[in-house]
Nanobody
Framework: QVQLVESGGGLVQAGGSLRLSCAAS????????MNWYRQAPGTDRELIAG???????VYADSVKGRFTISRDNAKNTVYLQMNSLKPEDTAVYYC?????????WGQGTQVTVSS
């Protein structure tokens, strides 16, 4: 059983930075990708960044150049460094693990950016 626990969310002023962490525990192997999603009130959950098992990264246009996804294999942790935050980045941020037979979600962490 895999569990994902996010941390690092909070309240920040526009232009500020936050770093989210997603710690994975359990039977972690054959992972296709680790992804970060976010969901603002009244909107669909959207993929904003992902990193494959081979280390390739992808970003949504809305965060490209401002957010960076990375991982520490020794700690089984994925990070999302968020810079130049904007009020429209306000959302609940979710970590997701994807592999051939399973998708696992974390509980989410709130990020609020004030103007």
């Amino acid at each position: 059983q895999v569990q994902l626990v996010e941390s690092g969310g909070g309240l920040v002023q526009a232009g500020g930075s936050l770093r989210l962490s997603c710690a994975a525990s359990g039977s972690i192997f054959n992972i296709n990708a680790m992804n970060w999603y976010r969901q603002a009130p009244g909107t669909d959950r959207e993929l904003i960044a992902g990193i494959t098992g081979g280390g390739r990264t992808v970003y949504a246009d809305s965060v490209k150049g401002r957010f960076t996804i990375s991982r520490d294999n020794a700690k089984n942790t994925v990070y999302l460094q968020m810079n130049s935050l904007k009020p429209e980045d306000t959302a609940v941020y979710y970590c997701q693990m994807s592999r051939a037979w399973q998708t696992v979600w974390g509980q989410g962490t709130q990020v609020t950016v004030s103007s």
